[in-house]
């Protein structure tokens, strides 16, 4: 049996295991897989919100849901509600709701087409327009019904999740599975003919085949064996720093089953509410403002109630490695790279570097040509994701400060998007123009929510008669309605998961 040595017991370390575990050996074992974990330094627990795919791995791993979501306190996450990014439209704050659900179809016209010529522009948001988690979310209603099953609901959905009891979870789960578990904190790594030969712990000397670093922005193991191997994106993304604090839900109010996102003066800042309480952070850019006036903007955001609360400090890296996989050595969570959270993909992109590598790994003795595959894939969701995230920022028309004035700017960092958006201007997003994407997640519908949500229009000049129009947005009204009527409120779900 071939040796597989994680080292780090946060999200990635887990998640990594626990998957490898299942599909190497659930039948006969393949791989005897341990996960090393310091317990002296913490993991970073503050990634507390998932994109909607998550719940597939959860659900390919047989974990009872219920039983996820109870352990964890976790609450249901229909999508992100955008807050502030642009200046406000006749003194109302400018919103808009970027849901995991795909639009719906308008049969002879696609919907988006058939909005922009009823010009609904006028009187509504795109995607109150579009889809029917808008309705869903305007009464208080979660993703599921009384009867729906497992990991299923009637619009798709991801978590709020405790990032900490998570990782207590998977890791109990793991080692019932058969990993092995070791607390120790690894101090050297000792490298052989460009891999790593083992990881020492004192006098404790540990080998294997395989390493995978998940030791988190560290990335101890992967750093030994290749210099010069971060493609850093701040740049594109210049938010680097965060605080995050965690305070009760504010009294009288019931989770949200939605993530909001409110723009900042100098980054943004989330509102992720559990079922036990409230989790929020500032992201910024720490070039503009220090670490003392960030808390301090949090705080004044927050209430004054929140004075009283601890908050914590985290520089994040912003980029990923040019590199992910080098010798015998992957590194996967945040030791591979990171994207700012802005659209909650870390747990993501574990999730696809686990994938990725179960099927790479299954080559045996991989060489260099299942090595690049790895690498081109993995750097080619990094890449996607990045200009994604630019996204959101360089739509906005905002002005208050620096930071806002500089964000349109930034798609100069993705040339292919800079050239979309001007596409963009003359025609609807569609399909095929996001053909060649490596994204697994936002497709052409993710980014109309947010072109659309962002007010970037396309001028068309074609026509759609009323008639047309009408069939075309009272289906959907009544679909949106029938959705809203059939689903649990979000509250009464939680109230009877946890009974
Ligand atoms: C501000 C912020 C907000 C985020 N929000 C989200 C979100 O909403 N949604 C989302 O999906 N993701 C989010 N993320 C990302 C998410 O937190 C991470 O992707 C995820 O937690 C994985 O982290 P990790 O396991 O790679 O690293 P860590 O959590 O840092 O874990 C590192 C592990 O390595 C161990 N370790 C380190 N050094 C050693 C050593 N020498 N010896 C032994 N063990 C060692 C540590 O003990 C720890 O167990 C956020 C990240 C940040 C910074």
Redesign the pocket.
């Known amino acids: 049996m071939k040796k597989l040595l994680i ?7 887990w998640m990594a295991a626990i998957y490898l575990n299942k599909l190497f050996n659930h039948d006969k074992p393949t791989f005897d897989i341990t996960v ?3 317990p002296d ?10 994109v909607h795919s998550v719940r597939f791995f959860f659900a390919a791993l047989g974990i009872n849901e219920q039983e996820l979501l109870r352990e964890t306190n976790a609450t249901l996450k229909t999508g992100i509600l955008f807050r502030n990014w642009r200046k406000p439209v006749s003194g109302a704050t400018h919103e808009y709701f970027h849901p995991f659900e795909h639009q719906v179809s308008g049969e002879t016209l696609d919907i988006s087409s058939a909005w922009m010529l009823s010009k609904r522009f006028e009187q509504e948001r795109f995607d109150e327009g579009v889809c029917l988690s808008a309705e869903m979310i305007r009464n208080g209603k979660g993703p599921k019904t009384a009867t729906s099953k497992q990991y299923q609901g009637i619009v798709p959905y991801g978590y709020h999740i405790d ?1 900490t009891l998570m990782a207590r979870f998977l890791r109990r789960k793991a080692v019932e599975a058969g990993v092995t578990h070791i607390e ?4 050297d790594v000792t490298v052989e003919d460009g891999n790593i030969e083992s990881v020492q ?1 004192g006098e404790r000397v540990y080998e294997a085949d395989f390493f995978i670093d ?5 990335g ?1 193991l992967i750093e030994k064996l290749k210099a010069d191997n971060w493609e850093s994106f701040e740049r594109a993304l210049p938010c680097n720093r ?1 605080v ?1 604090l965690q305070r009760d839900l504010p009294h009288g109010h019931t989770p949200n089953p939605y993530t909001v996102s409110t723009a900042m003066k100098h980054g943004w800042a ?1 509102q ?1 509410d559990l079922v036990n309480r409230q989790g929020s ?1 500032y ?1 910024y850019d720490g070039r503009r403002i220090g670490k003392d006036a960030a808390e301090a903007e949090l705080r004044e955001y927050l209430g004054p109630e929140s004075n009283v609360l601890k908050c914590v400090h ?1 520089d ?1 890296k912003i980029g990923c490695r040019k590199e992910f996989w080098v010798g015998n050595c992957i590194a ?4 591979g790279g ?1 994207i700012e ?1 802005l659209e ?7 999730n696809l570097g686990a994938g990725l590598l179960a099927t790479h790994l299954s080559a045996g003795n991989p060489d260099q040509p299942v090595r690049d595959s790895y690498n081109r894939l993995m750097r080619g969701f990094f890449q996607d994701l990045k200009q994604f995230i630019v996204l959101h920022y360089c739509l906005t028309d905002r002005d208050d400060t620096d930071f806002w004035r500089q964000a349109p700017a930034t798609v100069k960092e993705c040339p292919w998007l800079e050239n979309q958006l001007s596409v963009w201007e003359r025609k609807v997003c569609e399909f095929h123009d996001l053909a060649g994407s490596f994204s697994t997640i936002f497709s052409d519908d993710n980014y109309r929510y947010i072109l659309y949500g962002m007010q970037h229009f396309p001028n068309l000049q074609a026509n759609i008669s009323d008639e047309m129009s009408e069939k075309i947005f009272s289906r959907l009204r009544r679909s949106a309605t029938g959705a809203a009527n059939a689903a649990l409120p979000h509250a009464q779900y939680l109230r009877q998961l946890n009974q």
């Open positions: 080292v780090g017991g946060g999200s990635a370390g090393i974990e310091s330094i913490g993991i970073i627990g503050v990634g507390e919100a998932t990032a120790a904190t690894i101090s712990a998940c030791t988190g922005f560290r101890m965060a995050a989330w992720i952070g992201v985290l994040m996967i969570g945040l030791s990171f959270p909650s993909t870390g747990l993501h992109l574990i």
